[in-house]
């Protein structure tokens, strides 16, 4: 069964640095997102990615957050000047389709990011 | 904004026993979708719903959407050990977006 793929499964950050967290989407889906749950809490959307672009974002994914599809098969989370709060699990997902006509997203195994 | 929230926040069932967990939304919505995660994984797809009280079944599992579309359940029978997990919902209202119910966290002894 086709997966979604995300390295690394685990990364420590310095408070202030930068960090690139990577997912390869399955092949033939077309819409891509990335969630995050801080340990013990709810999926929180961050963000969707059609044709190359930022289709939504939430009022999390403010100017430290930024997304790539660099080229035909991986997408890029980064986070620019981490803070303590960006503690938590980051999933990446993708669906074949978006909106109402979703059928159910396939989630990676997620990236824990710790920042210290 | 939209918020979905579900309750209850835990349940913990003996084997074979019955769960159900329930997800509002404070919109209506286009479709609604259900989760699993197991606990140290990631969120797993497991149905979507889409039409104004629609009921389905997978296995021991059923799923409805309210007539208003802006409730749904989910309710297990007879549940096993292999059910132990997080169920979410999570919202569809037309765009790209999931809003994530808080999840019903499921433990059940055997």
């Known amino acids: 069964e086709p997966e979604v793929t995300q390295t690394p499964s685990h990364q420590v950050t310095q408070m202030g640095q930068e960090v690139i967290l990577r997912c390869v989407p399955i092949s033939n889906h077309l819409y891509f997102y990335w969630y995050r749950q801080i340990l013990g809490q709810k999926v929180e959307f961050l963000v969707s990615f059609y044709n190359n672009e930022i289709s939504e974002k939430s009022e999390i994914f403010d100017d430290q957050f930024s997304v790539e599809r660099p080229d035909g098969s991986n997408f890029t989370l980064k986070i620019r000047s981490t803070k303590l709060e960006d503690s938590a699990m980051y999933f990446c997902?993708?669906?074949?389709?978006?909106?109402?006509?979703?059928?159910?997203?396939?989630f990676g195994s997620g990236t824990r990011l710790t920042v210290v | 904004g939209q918020q979905v929230m579900q309750i209850p926040q835990y349940q913990h069932v003996q084997e074979g026993e019955d769960f159900t967990t329930y997800c509002n939304s404070s919109?209506?919505?286009?479709?609604i979708q259900w989760y699993k995660q197991r606990p140290g994984g990631h969120p797993v797809f497991l149905i979507q719903l889409v039409k104004s009280g629609e009921v389905k079944k997978q296995k021991r599992l059923t799923f409805q959407f309210g007539e208003a579309k802006k409730n749904s359940s989910l309710h297990i029978t007879a549940t096993q050990t292999t059910d132990v997990g997080t169920y979410f919902c999570?919202?569809?209202?037309?765009?790209?977006?999931?809003?994530f119910g808080g999840g019903t966290r499921l433990m059940v002894k055997p």
């Open positions: 919109t209506t919505l286009s479709n």
């Open positions: 997902a993708s669906s074949f389709t978006g909106g109402w006509a979703n059928y159910g997203y396939t």
């Open positions: 999570a919202g569809n209202n037309a765009g790209n977006m999931l809003t």
